[in-house]
Protein backbone atom coordinates (compact mmCIF):
# COMPACT_ATOMS: atom_id res chain seq x y z
CA UNK A 1 0.00 0.00 0.00
CA UNK A 2 1.38 3.13 -0.57
CA UNK A 3 1.15 6.11 0.96
CA UNK A 4 1.80 9.77 -0.65
CA UNK A 5 2.36 13.06 1.02
CA UNK A 6 2.14 16.22 -1.67
CA UNK A 7 4.17 19.47 -0.64
CA UNK A 8 3.31 22.39 -3.04
CA UNK A 9 3.96 26.26 -2.30
CA UNK A 10 5.78 29.01 -3.56
CA UNK A 11 9.33 29.37 -4.59
CA UNK A 12 12.21 28.93 -1.55
CA UNK A 13 9.33 28.58 0.86
CA UNK A 14 11.00 25.41 2.58
CA UNK A 15 9.08 22.83 0.40
CA UNK A 16 12.50 20.76 -0.25
CA UNK A 17 14.06 20.91 2.96
CA UNK A 18 10.64 19.93 4.66
CA UNK A 19 10.18 17.10 2.04
CA UNK A 20 13.79 15.73 1.91
CA UNK A 21 12.92 15.35 6.21
CA UNK A 22 9.81 14.00 5.39
CA UNK A 23 11.01 11.72 3.40
CA UNK A 24 13.99 10.24 5.81
CA UNK A 25 11.95 10.92 8.65
CA UNK A 26 9.69 8.19 7.25
CA UNK A 27 11.34 6.38 4.88
CA UNK A 28 9.63 7.51 1.68
CA UNK A 29 11.23 8.21 -1.62
CA UNK A 30 11.11 11.81 -2.44
CA UNK A 31 10.59 13.42 -5.63
CA UNK A 32 11.60 17.67 -5.54
CA UNK A 33 9.72 17.87 -8.99
CA UNK A 34 11.14 21.47 -9.93
CA UNK A 35 13.98 19.78 -10.96
CA UNK A 36 12.15 18.05 -13.72
CA UNK A 37 10.84 21.81 -15.02
CA UNK A 38 14.75 23.10 -14.72
CA UNK A 39 16.24 20.28 -16.29
CA UNK A 40 13.95 21.21 -19.49
CA UNK A 41 14.75 25.38 -18.90
CA UNK A 42 18.17 24.76 -18.80
CA UNK A 43 18.31 22.98 -22.22
CA UNK A 44 16.39 25.75 -23.61
CA UNK A 45 19.15 28.32 -22.78
CA UNK A 46 20.56 29.37 -25.43
CA UNK A 47 17.66 28.67 -28.05
CA UNK A 48 16.60 31.58 -30.08
CA UNK A 49 13.26 30.72 -30.53
CA UNK A 50 11.22 27.74 -28.40
CA UNK A 51 8.28 26.23 -29.81
CA UNK A 52 6.56 24.24 -27.28
CA UNK A 53 6.62 21.27 -29.60
CA UNK A 54 10.49 21.65 -28.69
CA UNK A 55 10.06 22.04 -25.32
CA UNK A 56 7.94 19.15 -24.92
CA UNK A 57 10.54 16.89 -27.06
CA UNK A 58 13.19 18.14 -24.47
CA UNK A 59 10.61 17.09 -21.75
CA UNK A 60 10.24 13.53 -23.02
CA UNK A 61 14.15 13.43 -23.75
CA UNK A 62 15.11 13.77 -20.06
CA UNK A 63 17.31 11.45 -18.69
CA UNK A 64 18.27 10.94 -15.07
CA UNK A 65 21.76 12.46 -15.43
CA UNK A 66 20.09 15.68 -16.71
CA UNK A 67 18.27 16.11 -12.96
CA UNK A 68 21.27 15.41 -11.23
CA UNK A 69 23.43 18.45 -13.00
CA UNK A 70 24.65 20.81 -10.25
CA UNK A 71 24.40 24.24 -12.33
CA UNK A 72 20.06 23.60 -12.60
CA UNK A 73 20.05 26.08 -9.16
CA UNK A 74 20.30 29.20 -10.81
CA UNK A 75 18.18 32.42 -11.20
CA UNK A 76 18.51 32.01 -15.00
CA UNK A 77 17.26 28.35 -15.36
CA UNK A 78 14.46 28.76 -12.59
CA UNK A 79 13.11 31.40 -14.95
CA UNK A 80 13.75 29.18 -18.18
CA UNK A 81 11.64 26.65 -16.04
CA UNK A 82 8.72 28.76 -15.26
CA UNK A 83 8.36 29.55 -19.16
CA UNK A 84 8.62 25.81 -20.13
CA UNK A 85 5.96 24.82 -16.93
CA UNK A 86 3.81 27.25 -18.60
CA UNK A 87 3.22 25.00 -21.50
CA UNK A 88 0.50 22.13 -21.23
CA UNK A 89 3.09 19.95 -23.45
CA UNK A 90 6.00 19.65 -21.51
CA UNK A 91 3.43 19.57 -18.55
CA UNK A 92 1.61 16.77 -19.83
CA UNK A 93 5.04 14.98 -20.88
CA UNK A 94 5.88 14.94 -17.30
CA UNK A 95 3.22 13.57 -16.26
CA UNK A 96 3.13 10.02 -15.85
CA UNK A 97 6.57 10.07 -14.30
CA UNK A 98 5.21 12.04 -11.55
CA UNK A 99 2.43 10.14 -11.05
CA UNK A 100 4.00 6.30 -10.93
CA UNK A 101 6.92 7.92 -8.68
CA UNK A 102 3.91 9.03 -5.97
CA UNK A 103 2.54 5.22 -6.55
CA UNK A 104 6.21 3.93 -5.07
CA UNK A 105 5.17 1.55 -2.29
CA UNK A 106 7.70 2.74 0.36
CA UNK A 107 5.66 5.78 -0.16
CA UNK A 108 6.26 9.20 -1.55
CA UNK A 109 7.24 13.06 -1.28
CA UNK A 110 6.55 15.13 -4.16
CA UNK A 111 7.23 18.79 -3.91
CA UNK A 112 6.19 21.34 -6.50
CA UNK A 113 3.35 23.52 -7.75
CA UNK A 114 0.10 21.30 -8.67
CA UNK A 115 1.04 18.06 -6.37
CA UNK A 116 -1.93 18.10 -4.43
CA UNK A 117 -3.94 20.10 -7.80
CA UNK A 118 -3.65 18.26 -10.37
CA UNK A 119 -0.04 15.20 -10.18
CA UNK A 120 -1.58 13.81 -6.93
CA UNK A 121 -5.29 14.83 -6.14
CA UNK A 122 -6.08 11.82 -4.31
CA UNK A 123 -2.68 12.46 -1.89
CA UNK A 124 -3.20 11.17 1.62
CA UNK A 125 -2.01 14.67 2.83
CA UNK A 126 -1.50 17.97 1.46
CA UNK A 127 0.55 20.74 2.85
CA UNK A 128 0.83 24.22 1.41
CA UNK A 129 3.90 25.77 2.25
CA UNK A 130 4.65 29.42 2.44
CA UNK A 131 6.51 32.26 3.79
CA UNK A 132 6.74 36.19 3.47
CA UNK A 133 8.57 37.41 0.32
CA UNK A 134 10.82 38.85 2.04
CA UNK A 135 12.18 35.48 4.26
CA UNK A 136 11.81 33.52 1.08
CA UNK A 137 14.12 36.16 -0.61
CA UNK A 138 16.88 36.39 1.68
CA UNK A 139 16.77 31.88 1.78
CA UNK A 140 16.99 31.86 -1.77
CA UNK A 141 19.94 34.70 -1.61
CA UNK A 142 22.27 32.85 1.13
CA UNK A 143 21.62 29.59 -0.49
CA UNK A 144 22.68 31.21 -3.26
CA UNK A 145 25.47 32.96 -2.09
CA UNK A 146 26.99 29.83 -0.23
CA UNK A 147 27.56 28.20 -3.78
CA UNK A 148 29.38 31.28 -5.01
CA UNK A 149 26.33 33.17 -6.98
CA UNK A 150 26.62 36.97 -7.33
CA UNK A 151 23.27 38.16 -7.80
CA UNK A 152 22.01 40.75 -5.14
CA UNK A 153 19.40 40.45 -2.60
CA UNK A 154 17.12 42.82 -4.57
CA UNK A 155 17.78 40.69 -7.90
CA UNK A 156 16.98 37.15 -6.51
CA UNK A 157 13.69 39.19 -4.74
CA UNK A 158 12.36 40.53 -8.18
CA UNK A 159 13.29 37.19 -10.02
CA UNK A 160 11.21 35.29 -7.11
CA UNK A 161 8.39 37.52 -7.45
CA UNK A 162 8.31 37.85 -11.33
CA UNK A 163 8.27 33.90 -11.37
CA UNK A 164 5.55 33.47 -8.82
CA UNK A 165 3.65 35.32 -10.19
CA UNK A 166 3.90 33.90 -13.24
CA UNK A 167 3.42 30.43 -11.88
CA UNK A 168 0.15 31.43 -10.28
CA UNK A 169 -1.24 33.42 -13.03
CA UNK A 170 -0.72 30.85 -15.67
CA UNK A 171 -3.73 28.76 -16.85
CA UNK A 172 -2.74 25.17 -17.22
CA UNK A 173 -2.24 23.39 -13.67
CA UNK A 174 -1.59 27.50 -11.73
CA UNK A 175 0.41 27.43 -8.41
CA UNK A 176 -2.54 27.55 -5.84
CA UNK A 177 -3.48 25.87 -2.96
CA UNK A 178 -5.40 22.74 -3.10
CA UNK A 179 -9.12 22.75 -1.46
CA UNK A 180 -8.16 19.86 1.07
CA UNK A 181 -4.40 20.71 1.65
CA UNK A 182 -3.08 22.29 5.00
CA UNK A 183 -1.29 26.07 5.12
CA UNK A 184 2.32 26.01 6.66
CA UNK A 185 3.45 29.72 7.26
CA UNK A 186 7.19 28.97 7.38
CA UNK A 187 8.22 32.99 8.03
CA UNK A 188 8.67 32.78 11.54
CA UNK A 189 9.41 28.85 12.12
CA UNK A 190 13.51 27.96 12.21
CA UNK A 191 13.59 25.10 9.74
CA UNK A 192 13.42 22.27 12.30
CA UNK A 193 9.83 23.67 13.66
CA UNK A 194 8.50 23.51 10.39
CA UNK A 195 9.86 19.99 9.55
CA UNK A 196 8.58 18.77 13.00
CA UNK A 197 5.06 20.56 12.57
CA UNK A 198 4.88 18.97 8.68
CA UNK A 199 5.78 15.04 10.51
CA UNK A 200 3.01 15.44 13.05
CA UNK A 201 0.28 16.71 10.81
CA UNK A 202 1.81 13.33 8.11
CA UNK A 203 1.39 11.11 11.03
CA UNK A 204 -2.14 12.29 12.57
CA UNK A 205 -2.92 10.88 8.74
CA UNK A 206 -1.77 7.22 9.07
O1 LIG B 1 10.51 24.30 -7.22
P1 LIG B 1 11.42 25.04 -8.17
O2 LIG B 1 11.63 26.46 -7.79
O3 LIG B 1 12.69 24.29 -8.40
O4 LIG B 1 10.64 25.01 -9.56
C1 LIG B 1 11.10 25.68 -10.71
C2 LIG B 1 9.91 26.06 -11.58
O5 LIG B 1 9.32 24.86 -12.11
C3 LIG B 1 8.77 26.76 -10.86
O6 LIG B 1 8.95 28.16 -10.81
C4 LIG B 1 7.55 26.38 -11.69
O7 LIG B 1 7.39 27.23 -12.80
C5 LIG B 1 7.91 25.00 -12.22
N1 LIG B 1 7.23 23.94 -11.50
C6 LIG B 1 5.92 23.65 -11.85
N2 LIG B 1 5.28 22.61 -11.28
C7 LIG B 1 5.87 21.85 -10.35
C8 LIG B 1 7.21 22.14 -9.95
C9 LIG B 1 7.84 23.22 -10.54
O8 LIG B 1 5.35 24.33 -12.68
N3 LIG B 1 5.21 20.81 -9.84
Known sequence: MSFTVAIDGPAAAGKGTISKAVAAHFG????????????????????????????A??????????????DLRTVEVAQAASRVAALPAVRQELLAF????SKRPMGAVLDGRDIGTVICPDADVKLFV????????????????????????????????QRDANDAARDVAPMEQAADAILLDTTNMVIDVAVQSAISVIKKRM
Open 57 to 70: QLAAELTPTDLERD
Open 28 to 55: FAHLDTGLLYRAVGRKTLGLETLSETTA
Open 98 to 101: QRAF
Open 130 to 161: TASDEIRARRRYEELKNKGGRDSLAHVMAALK
